[in-house]
């Protein structure tokens, strides 16, 4: 390149997200009262726009290659910080857009923007965490705003109740990840990660690092909604107004996943703890256990559901458990090949789980109902977007011509690679299960009779916009995925090289 | 000086306390006293550790902690509060219109 930009920049899109945080903070000191939707939403989602481009910008450019650490080396931007950057600034593009109708009623609007991107930028940032100091940091900054977001609709119950259960786990499991930071940097003596990780190789207090390792890998679960701390996760993406449980599902657990992938290979190395000589930590079983409880109980409480929302909530539990296999199929030697898997997942997974979601909030717009029934029909008022739905629900169960039928086949594949055959099976069993809840909203909608008269006069641009958007990626993601690929085996280099 | 292991065991007793508290009260605002513990039961590590180790990485982070653990709480207040104007208790069973 011609010019060298100043290696701040390399944080762009953590950097502009926040900026436009406080923008909106700042229209509303200015116009608390304003019923400007347009202005509002267009300020974050230019922000979320401006930040989809520079992280791809970086990408396509190579800013990565070489990684950059920044502020004494607690904060690095690699390919991964880049990639996941991509994808929580796009699932931000998304909801924003489709908050412009969703929210129109409400009277908070700047504050509610505000939150969005205030959480987008500690998700970026989490990406980006190369101390366990920043990891904390950044997981409050993306936590607190979810919570104020998930009880946003302050006269719902629902959403009360929702943003009640999800804050108490969230503070629980965020004080116990906080106290295994403290057990970790008194074994090692440094909160950076690479210290953490030399610190780790000659230390005899397994004992206590283990229970901090432990402590830790529960905080990462709570931001990835995996077993043991999953309950909250269906309580609040039903309560929670639908947008917002698409922002949660789908960015709030790639960044958990983000920053478990880093801080799991980085600071507790598999070759130091788990294969090693003086291998005592095995996170990596931990790690196998809780992919296969996670998978199953999400995919098998899916599968009972009654309403359409609840359903998807399960579902996204048991994604959590699909991308674990990651995790747990490290130390079969072909380390890149699993996390890549993993990557692509999340990226997938970002456009299908939002659009699903999305669809959802569209459904309540139209107070169509809750429940499977009360979808029956649907697309003899709405084909376009049901068309859009039988996409993601497709791509998320993983059939072939969708983007999610590579990323899974990848991620299965790498688990075979590595030599845990039985995790992939495993993980294939629940995929097959997965298509029969899938498939009843599709039934639902498409071939079942009306039941009820569906009072739907308005079509919502915003929330058009959204689905489309993430119906047409999540296509273009099967052809796309070569690229895709590259960038997420270039991510997992950053980890295990 | 006092030795590293009773800095230790002040925590851990400190945390387990605070584990039973959020397993036996139903009392959200309790709930919230307790995590206090659990969060503070970490700062007594961290301070701890930090001599321990002659560097002063632990007690900063333990200032991080308490600043986060203040703004924790603001939303959580903000939460319970809500919650009072919706059931009229800050119970945390009231709290149970979706099943488990």
Known sequence: ?497 | MVPIEYYLLLSAAIFSIGVFGILTRRNALLFLMSVELLLNAANINLVAFSRFHGNLTGQTFSLFTLALAAAEVAVGIGIILVLYRNFKDVDVTEAATMRW
């Open chain 1, 1 to 497: 390149m011609a010019f060298q930009l100043p290696t701040w920049m390399a944080l762009g899109p953590t950097l502009v997200l926040g900026l436009t945080a406080l923008l909106l903070l700042v229209f509303d000191s200015i116009e608390p009262d304003t019923t400007n939707r347009g202005l509002l939403a267009g300020t974050a989602a230019l922000g979320s726009l401006a930040a989809v481009g520079l992280s791809a910008w970086y990408l396509v450019a190579g800013t990565g290659e070489e990684p950059i650490s920044l502020y004494q080396n607690t904060v690095v931007v690699d390919t991964m910080t880049l990639f996941f950057g991509l994808v929580f600034a796009s699932v931000t593009a998304l909801v924003v857009v489709a908050s412009y109708d969703y929210m129109r009623d409400h009277s908070y609007q700047a504050e509610y923007y505000a939150l969005v991107m205030l959480a987008a930028t500690g998700m970026t940032l989490m990406a980006a965490a190369n101390s366990l100091a920043v990891v904390f940091v950044s997981l409050e900054l993306s936590s607190l705003p979810s919570f104020a977001l998930v009880a946003i609709l302050k006269k719902n119950r629902g959403s009360v109740e929702a943003g009640l259960k999800y804050f108490l786990i969230g503070a629980l499991s965020s004080a116990i990840f906080v106290y295994g930071v403290s057990l970790v940097y008194g074994v090692t003596g440094s909160l950076l990660l690479p210290e953490v990780a030399s610190g780790v190789a000659d230390t005899n207090l397994t004992g206590v690092l283990g229970i901090g390792v432990m402590m830790i890998l529960g905080g990462f679960a709570y931001k990835t909604a995996s077993v043991p701390f999953h309950f909250w996760a269906p309580e609040a993406y039903e309560g929670a107004p639908a947008p917002v449980a698409a922002f949660l599902s789908s960015a709030s657990k790639a960044a958990g996943f983000a920053v478990a992938f880093r801080v799991l290979t980085v600071a507790f190395p598999v070759e130091e703890l788990v294969t090693g000589a003086a291998g005592s930590v095995d996170w990596v079983l931990a790690a196998q256990i809780l992919a296969v409880v996670t998978m199953t109980l999400g995919n098998f409480a899916a599968a009972t559901q009654d309403e359409v929302k609840r359903m998807l909530a399960y579902s996204s539990i048991g994604h959590a458990g699909y991308v674990l296999i990651a995790l747990a199929s490290l130390s079969g030697g072909s380390d890149q090949f699993v996390l890549a898997g993993g990557m692509a997942h999340l990226l997938v997974y970002g456009f299908m789980n939002t659009g699903a979601f999305l669809f959802i909030a569209l459904a309540e717009y139209w107070s169509v109902g809750r429940t499977f029934e009360d979808y029956n029909g649907l697309a003899t008022k709405a084909p376009f977007a049901s068309v859009a739905m039988t996409v993601f629900l497709f791509s998320l169960a993983g059939l072939p011509p969708f983007g999610g039928f590579m990323s899974k086949y990848f991620l299965f594949a790498g688990a075979v690679r590595a030599g845990f055959w039985w995790l992939a099976a495993i993980g294939a069993i629940n995929s097959a299960l997965s298509l029969y809840y899938y498939s009843r909203v599709v039934k639902a909608i498409w071939i079942e009779d009306p039941s009820g008269d569906f009072d739907i006069e308005s079509k919502p641009v915003g929330l058009y916009t959204a689905i489309v958007a993430a119906a047409v990626v999540t296509v273009l993601l099967l052809p796309g995925f070569g690229s895709v690929w590259q960038f997420a085996t270039d991510a997992a280099a950053a980890l295990v090289a």
